[in-house]
């Protein structure tokens, strides 16, 4: 009797856990049998067929007697095909082809021909190395590189099983992988560079505006406006103007999309914020996670830190938009299951975009408006107080008139509204918290105002009836509009402009 163990790791949520590979051969009466236990899927039960195929072909042979593999520990459910390398190796290690592997984590699909295919949640499983005090990480090519960010753990990109059997018996004539994982560098926001500049907008010079302050304050946007007034193009500039990612928040978001599968092979770290536009058919799994089997994050995690772009904002299903209210109050989504709840990571600003009435057109001077009063308010009434209550900027994008449409002298470039961004962000970072984060606390002592900005405060919320939240809301975007003026303190001015952005909920919904 022959018993190896080994180690892997599982993912749950976006983190990882190790996972300890235990096989045992023994003589049975029935040859070559194969028992699998510790809570596998379906994917790690088929992986005893890819195991034996990809030991023969690989010339190692199979053993003759029976296997039996323990994936512990047993009470957590075992998902995915990532568990063939270490399986493999258990075995090859109960034969006698090597000696331990204590002070290593593998990781990776088998083909049939004994080729390592890439795996989901590379990097968690770096982090997971680490933490645990393990040494070396094995894992398939594609995925070496997002994995050797991570300081103190060895990472070795394999291609083939054959490779990793003699890798661990000359261990010195192998090499890990390089880490790079340098900020990029360049002229302004290299990170960023690949959005869509704000000088091919015409026109729309408050919603540029808005938007900036937005970018700045990291606060939520909607746009209102006929078809065509430019409500796309606005927000997918909008990334291009935000702050490159600080180190920690790429790790964290590449974490997240390595778990969902929409990290590029061989890529490393995403220093560009994420931009997520899903289509309004999106369900409310779709939108924030969860699903069969295992949960995965959905689109408010792919978007975190980064942006969530929602076009034709009515046209979600109710139940869609209102789950939305959580995550943008608490920056995380829950999800629970029987035997586990599972945490991701949801702090991203939301940028939502609709028109007014279903045919588009209600309140535009030009164009007469088809719809109903009720129509209206059935259309409008898709979006909920509560929803609307959380969303800091509000602003109309009306259509572009034909001479600005025409005109021929250069707007502002993007990396002229980053410039300013960034010095907002600065003085924010200094705080601790960006400006839509700010806690209670902390809007008490840098949200103060004088007796002329307290009158206008004071006014606003008894005409237009504002909430306790809209009142926190307005004084965070005022503080935003105050730092963008790099000024110290909130003017009357800063708080009338943050005021304004407040008016539509009540012209529309009111």
């Keep these: 009797m022959s018993l190896f163990k080994t180690r892997s790791a599982a993912v749950y949520g976006i983190d990882a856990h190790p996972v300890d590979v235990e096989v045992d051969l023994y003589r049975s009466g029935m040859a070559r049998d194969f028992m699998l236990v510790g809570m596998p899927d379906t994917a790690v039960r088929e992986s005893r067929e890819r195991i034996k195929s990809a030991l023969m072909n690989s010339g190692f042979g199979y053993p003759s007697q029976a296997v039996t593999v323990n994936l512990a520990p047993a009470h957590v459910r075992k998902e ?129 505006r808005a938007l900036q302050v937005a970018a700045a304050g990291n606060h939520n946007v909607l746009m209102i406006g006929p078809p065509g007034s430019g409500k796309t ?98 920056s995380v989504v829950s999800i629970a299951r029987a035997a586990m709840t599972l945490n991701f990571p949801a702090s991203f600003m939301l940028v939502a975009a609709m028109n007014p009435c279903p045919c588009g057109f209600y309140g535009d001077p030009t164009r007469e408006c088809r719809c109903t009063p009720a129509i209206i308010q059935r259309y409008l009434g898709k979006i909920s107080g509560p929803l609307i209550d959380r969303i800091d900027i509000q602003i109309e994008v009306p259509a572009v008139p034909y001479k600005e449409l025409r005109a021929t002298e250069v707007t502002e470039t993007s990396a002229h509204m980053r410039a300013r961004v960034d010095k907002a962000r600065e003085i924010q970072r200094v705080r601790g918290c960006t400006n839509s984060r700010m806690p209670t606390r902390l809007i008490r002592q840098q949200c103060a105002l004088d007796e002329t900005g307290e009158r206008t405060l004071e006014m606003a919320m008894k005409r237009m009836s504002l909430s306790a939240r809209a009142h926190d809301r307005i004084l965070k975007v005022a503080r935003t509009i105050a730092d963008l003026d790099e000024s110290s303190s909130i003017a009357a001015k800063h708080i009338a402009e943050a005021i304004q952005y407040r008016s539509l909920d009540r012209n529309y919904w009111s």
């Design 80 to 208: 995915g095909s990532g568990f063939d390398l270490p399986m493999a190796l258990a075995i090859l290690g109960a034969m006698g082809t090597f000696k331990g592997l204590d002070q290593h984590i593998s990781v990776g699909e088998l083909s049939l021909d004994g080729t390592i295919r890439p795996v989901r949640g590379a990097l968690s499983m770096a982090v997971c190395a680490r933490e645990n005090g393990i040494r070396d990480l094995i894992l398939p090519l594609e995925n070496a590189a997002e994995a050797s960010v991570v300081e103190g753990v060895r990472v070795f990109g394999v291609r083939h099983l054959a490779e990793v059997v003699a890798m661990l018996n000359k261990p010195e004539e192998y090499s890990p992988a390089l880490s790079n994982h340098d900020v990029p560098h360049g002229n302004g926001n290299t990170a960023n560079s690949a959005a869509p500049d704000f000088r091919d907008v015409r026109g729309q010079g408050s919603a540029k």
């Design 233 to 330: 193009m606005l927000a997918k500039r909008l990334a291009g103007i935000l702050p490159t990612m600080a180190f920690d928040e790429a790790i964290e978001s590449t974490r997240i999309h390595s778990i969902a599968g929409t990290l590029q092979p061989g890529a490393g770290l995403l220093w560009n914020r994420p931009f997520r536009a899903p289509h309004h058919t999106i369900s409310d799994a779709g939108m924030i996670g969860g699903g069969a089997g295992m949960p995965r994050p959905g689109e408010v995690s792919l978007a975190h830190n980064g942006l969530l772009f929602l076009d034709e904002f009515p046209e979600f299903p109710r139940n869609v938009l209102e789950i939305l209210r959580q995550p943008l109050e608490d």
